[in-house]
């Protein structure tokens, strides 16, 4: 893993591959990190440059601010991608990691080719949901394990946390070594995160969103609206809200159509 300093905070990124297609930016979800893309790079790296970044407080990468909002970590990206000296790029995003790429999407329009969002969306937290992450926030001050745990489990399908318990587990335990400080600061950025409807319309290039039917956390058919009405490609999976872990044959074949 390579290693950049923020802000005064190490951020970890690593990337492989290189080919004809323009680079592809992976960007995991809240609680995860950057070795989720691992199983897909080894495919991908075959065509295109791929790069996968621990987001601030995430996996390898500290903390940056009391609130992780999705400017920040956009920016994070891009100083990544300067230090790489990349100047046109396609995203793809899981969860929280969709947030921060359609905040990237609103500031860097010109150097993106194309954009997905995997289990996200571009709509903002409804008053309930700001609510909820608000608790969440006093939760983790209370007692971060067993509030991870809790987030975590809720992500799956009711098949998913049968079968993929093993793996389920895993994600856990990694999580559980974040800082109840770094947790918080996400719940807090997301909390506050701008509505990126506009942005994504107005974006005329490839633009993807990829849907679990048993999404607990999405409502699917909303998602599907969303897709529609900003003219975005509309993929439908058939499990819950970690498609990259609960359905990632056909995540990956729709990864290999990103521009």
Not at 4 to 14: E, P, Q
Not at 37 to 60: A, M, S, T, Y
């Amino acid at each position: 893993m390579a290693v950049l300093d923020y802000k005064g905070a190490k951020i970890h990124y690593w990337d492989e591959g290189s080919g004809v297609k323009v680079p592809l930016v992976l960007l995991h979800g809240f609680l995860e990190d950057s070795s989720i893309w691992i199983p897909f790079v080894k495919e991908l790296q075959k065509e295109r440059q791929v790069i996968c970044i621990d987001l601030p407080g995430h996996g390898k990468s500290a903390g940056v601010a009391e609130i992780h909002n999705m400017p920040l970590m956009a920016n994070v990206v891009r100083e990544v991608l300067q230090t790489l000296q990349i100047k046109e790029l396609s995203i793809a995003g899981h969860s929280m990691g969709g947030y921060v790429s359609l905040e990237f999407l609103k500031n860097f329009p010109m150097i993106l080719k194309s954009v997905m969002l995997i289990n996200s969306t571009p709509v903002e937290d409804t008053v309930e949901k700001q609510e909820i992450r608000k608790r969440s926030v006093k939760l983790v001050g209370r007692n971060k394990e067993a509030y991870i745990k809790m987030a975590i489990t809720n992500l799956y399908s009711e098949s998913s946390k049968e079968n993929l318990a093993e793996e389920i587990e895993a994600l856990k335990s990694r999580a559980v070594n974040m800082k109840a400080k770094n947790v918080q600061a996400a719940l807090k950025g997301m909390k506050i995160r701008t509505n990126y409807l506009e942005e994504l319309k107005a974006f005329e290039k490839q633009k993807i969103i990829v849907a679990g039917k048993q999404d607990p956390i999405l409502d699917f058919d909303e998602i599907e609206g969303v897709a529609r009405g900003c003219d975005c490609e509309f993929i439908s999976l058939e499990n819950g809200h970690n498609s990259y872990m609960e359905d990632p044959d056909n995540l990956l074949k729709i990864m290999h159509f990103i521009d």
